[in-house]
Nanobody, 120 residues
Framework: VQLQASGGRSVQAGDSLTLSCKGG?????????IGWFRQAPGKAREVISC????????DGAGSVSGRFKISRDNAKNMAYLQMDKLKPEDTAVYYC?????????????WGQGTLVTVSS
């Protein structure tokens, strides 16, 4: 397994939650850009944010701006998604993915997804 996402669970609106993404031993984690995505039932997959190998972050154009924060710890082969002020519309399966850290690279490694359910 190249990537493993975890940390999803059921929470109440307004809560905070941190998702984790662990890189497997077969992945040169520190050399890859990591992205977080989500897919809600019946909706297309949405990019949340991306972090480069040098910790430069790029946020998607979705509705999470200012509430979610991506980070990484290369020494631990880990990436994180800190989610604050959660809303019911944040309910989705959340995925992490890795791509080569260069322009126009596609995400080639995907975690299995972790479910976040936000109740009002």
């Amino acid at each position: 397994v190249q990537l493993q996402a975890s940390g999803g669970r059921s929470v109440q609106a307004g809560d905070s939650l941190t998702l984790s993404c662990k890189g497997g031993s077969g992945l040169s984690f520190s050399q890859y850009a990591i992205g977080w995505f989500r897919q809600a039932p019946g909706k297309a997959r949405e990019v949340i944010s991306c972090i480069s190998s040098s910790h430069r972050t790029t946020d998607g154009a979705g509705s999470v701006s200012g509430r979610f924060k991506i980070s990484r710890d290369n020494a631990k082969n880990m990436a994180y998604l800190q989610m604050d002020k959660l809303k019911p519309e944040d309910t989705a399966v959340y995925y992490c993915a890795a791509r080569e850290d260069r322009d126009y690279a596609t995400y080639e490694y995907w975690g299995q997804g972790t479910l976040v359910t936000v109740s009002s």
